[in-house]
């Protein structure tokens, strides 16, 4: 009975929203809202991490979110439609500005590494079985997008059959992602990389140290790597520069 009642709530938007409403909770201790429909569904925080104005939305079951210490989310949306999938956040990891990890179907899985920040990006596993996975020390500019699916069928009108299945997305260590760039399916980049402003990724880039960028992106240089500080050279001294962010 349980599994036909979430069935049809989620087959009915307006049902969904008003379900929601009802179901919203928020404890004195964790200071984001929660709207859950299922069971055996687990949200597990860490009592050193900090979440302001977050929201967890999840219609389904056996479903797994975990953030570990120290992390900061500021203005996150968890969503999730499905069974058995897994969020994994790891010591230390910041969202600054805002953003949303979303996914859909079953055995879907994201996993961010430590020490990793973001500004403001979106990040969304879509189609069974797909993953996104980003290693630890990497950072993310604002108005980013990773995506394992499309979140819509593409056909082959001769075969009839679909076209553009979804494909997980690695993105290795101490990775720096500037503003505007789409991490799209199939995407694999290696440590230590930079993938530049507005570019569009959609392959494999096994070498590391490289910087990215282009629509569709291309390795532009080799043997690079990157800081978080802003270092200056003069004639007199050498000045390193702290980043605001």
Not at 3 to 23: D, G, H, M, W
Not at 36 to 58: K, P, R
Not at 72 to 83: A, M, S
Request: with cysteine.
């Amino acid at each position: 009975m349980k599994e036909e009642i979430i069935k049809y709530v989620k087959s009915a938007p307006v049902l969904e929203k008003t379900f929601r409403l009802l179901n919203r909770k928020k404890t004195v201790n964790d200071p984001s809202d929660k709207m859950i429909i299922g069971e055996d569904n687990i949200i597990n925080v860490n009592e050193s991490s900090t979440l302001n104005n977050c929201f967890f939305d999840i219609v389904g079951n056996k479903n797994q979110i975990e953030i570990q210490g120290s992390a900061i989310f500021n203005n996150v949306k968890f969503y999730i439609r499905g069974n058995n999938n897994k969020i994994k956040i790891e010591e230390n990891v910041r969202f600054n500005r805002g953003g949303s990890i979303w996914i859909e179907d079953y055995n879907c899985e994201a996993i961010i590494g430590k020490d990793t920040s973001f500004q403001d990006v979106h990040i969304a596993v879509t189609e069974p079985n797909s993953k996104i996975i980003i290693g630890s020390d990497c950072l993310f500019a604002y108005d980013i997008d990773i995506r394992t699916g499309d979140s819509h069928s593409i056909i082959d009108t001769i075969t009839n059959e679909r076209v553009n299945h979804a494909m997980d997305v690695i993105i290795g260590n101490h990775v720096w992602v500037a503003s505007h760039v789409s991490i799209l399916k199939g995407s694999y980049i290696s440590d230590n990389s930079v993938i530049a402003t507005r570019a569009v990724v959609t392959k494999r880039f096994e070498d590391p140290n490289i910087l990215i960028g282009g629509i569709p992106a291309r390795k532009i240089k080799s043997n690079i790597n990157w800081n978080r500080k802003r270092i200056y050279t003069t004639t007199e001294s050498d000045f390193i520069g702290e980043p605001i962010v």
